[in-house]
């Protein structure tokens, strides 16, 4: 099994910064992919960037620009960053780090709160 502890979030000015981490352990060498996917009050979970163990990378097109993810492999653990620069109120949310095994297995964290006030 793989588990997931996220760090950072918090609260934001638009136009500020705020990066959020997410520690892998466990059965790391099984994953594929880690990712960072966000939800807002009464709306569907989006996903916002994911990177894969080639270090290819996924973002969505409303993030594009503005946040980086990266991915640093350890022997016993990957730690995946997610750098948000110019956040807009629109970023409010929860942040879920989630992590995709082969055979497609998704493992999700408990999420962290992002706050932009404009």
């Known amino acids: 099994q793989v588990q997931l502890v996220e760090s950072g979030g918090g609260l934001a000015q638009a136009g500020g910064s705020l990066r959020l981490s997410c520690a892998a352990s466990?059965?790391?060498?099984?994953?594929?992919?880690m990712g960072w996917s966000r939800q807002a009050p009464g709306q569907q979970r989006e996903l916002v960037a994911r990177?894969?163990?080639?270090?290819?990378?996924?973002?969505a097109d409303s993030v594009k620009g503005r946040f980086t993810i990266s991915r640093n492999n350890a022997q016993n653990t990957v730690t995946v960053y997610l750098e948000m620069n110019s956040l807009k109120p629109e970023d409010t949310a929860d942040y879920y780090c989630?992590?995709?095994?082969?055979?497609?297995?998704?493992?999700w964290g408990n999420g962290t709160l992002v706050t932009v006030s404009s």
């Open positions: 990177i894969n163990r080639d270090g290819l990378t996924t973002y």
């Open positions: 466990g059965r790391v060498f099984t994953i594929w992919s």
């Open positions: 989630e992590a995709i095994q082969y055979g497609a297995t998704y493992t």
